[in-house]
């Protein structure tokens, strides 16, 4: 199979309620990480292998991703939004997709920061003869994500012969992520696929289950690192923080700033457009574009949005994985 052929599926219409007060101005998809908003790193995954053609689903604040992310042309992509009226699960929001989608996707949950190498191994895995589906997975110590996400079960040949959504019982340690790579058979699936009673939804996890019990090969790549799900505010500080150890940096500053003294901070991330007017010690903390920082005490912990300080605890990463 030609991987040009594979569409993209971004998805991004949650109301994020949990990251409130951002919430109020922001899309949780589109809040910046090293200054770059989170889809951007999704679609360079994708574009990293090729999917250039790329499908976003956008709801509540749907307009703040279509400015902030655009048409796709900063990217090197192109980008198509579709607007999803009901947020009902996964299975759902794909279920709307199937008058525009006529080839095999690879589809994204928008709210998770990946530390993933590269997709090609589950494209390859994918290319095997008779594979409908392939999900990304990840080998999981922190039981507790996985009971957050959901657990895959293998059979003695490595292909998959369950998916339990947020298993209350483990009983291995592979933990399915939000990258799943689908052919046109999903469609069918979902079709079938009842509203829980657990959360209201229609997940999608049912849906793969009714795949492999229609006989259908899925298959699995244990391709993830590391799976950050942007839920609440102290997420997103923690999630910067993460990604500027990756990027083995102390610092990172955007364009038009004036800072007092650089060498007073530590673990920062400077957006666009921001002034500190006093030198004072900042450490571990992202400053949000246009921000005004007149405070004349050291800040840690933090978000300085809109000139105001929102005080974090970064996350245990231990805890807070998956």
């Not at 809040?31 to 790329?54: A, F, R, S, W």
Request: net charge negative.
């Amino acid at each position: 199979m030609n991987k040009h052929d594979i569409v993209g599926v971004i998805l991004a219409a949650g109301k994020g309620s949990r990251i409130y007060p951002l919430s109020e101005k922001y899309s949780k998809c589109t809040l910046p990480i090293c200054n770059k908003p989170l889809l951007d790193y999704q679609i360079e995954m994708m574009k990293g292998v090729g999917i250039t053609n790329i499908i976003i689903v956008v709801g509540h604040n749907g307009f703040e991703v279509v400015r902030v992310i655009g048409d796709g042309k900063r990217q090197g992509v192109n980008i198509t939004y579709i607007n999803q009226k009901e947020t009902l699960g996964i299975a759902h929001a794909l279920g709307t997709l199937e008058p525009y989608i006529e080839s095999p996707f690879l589809l994204f949950l928008g709210d998770i920061y990946f530390d993933c190498p590269s997709l090609q191994p589950m494209l390859d895995e994918f290319d095997e003869e008779d594979v409908k589906a392939v999900l990304a997975t990840k080998e999981e110590e922190n039981r507790d994500a996985i009971k957050r996400n959901f657990a895959v079960i293998l059979n003695p040949d490595k292909s998959v012969r369950r998916v339990i959504e947020k298993p209350r019982y483990i009983v291995n340690n592979l933990k399915g992520c939000g990258i799943y790579l689908f052919d046109l058979h999903i469609f069918d699936a979902i079709r079938r696929t009842p509203r829980t009673a657990m959360r209201d939804e229609y997940e999608i996890t049912d849906s793969i289950q009714i795949l492999i019990d229609d006989g259908f090969t899925v298959k699995t790549s244990n391709i993830i690192k590391d799976d950050l799900n942007l839920t609440f505010v102290e997420d997103l500080l923690s999630l910067n923080l993460f990604a500027l150890r990756k990027q083995q940096k102390r610092v990172v500053i955007g364009e038009n700033t004036s800072i007092k003294n650089i060498d007073m901070l530590e673990n920062v991330v400077v957006g666009n457009n921001v002034s500190i007017l006093n030198d004072i010690t900042i450490k571990n903390t992202v400053i949000f574009s246009d921000a005004i920082v007149k405070e004349a005490e050291s800040i840690n912990e933090s978000l300085i949005v809109n000139n105001q300080i929102i005080h974090c605890s970064v996350r245990n990463n231990k805890t807070w994985r998956g």
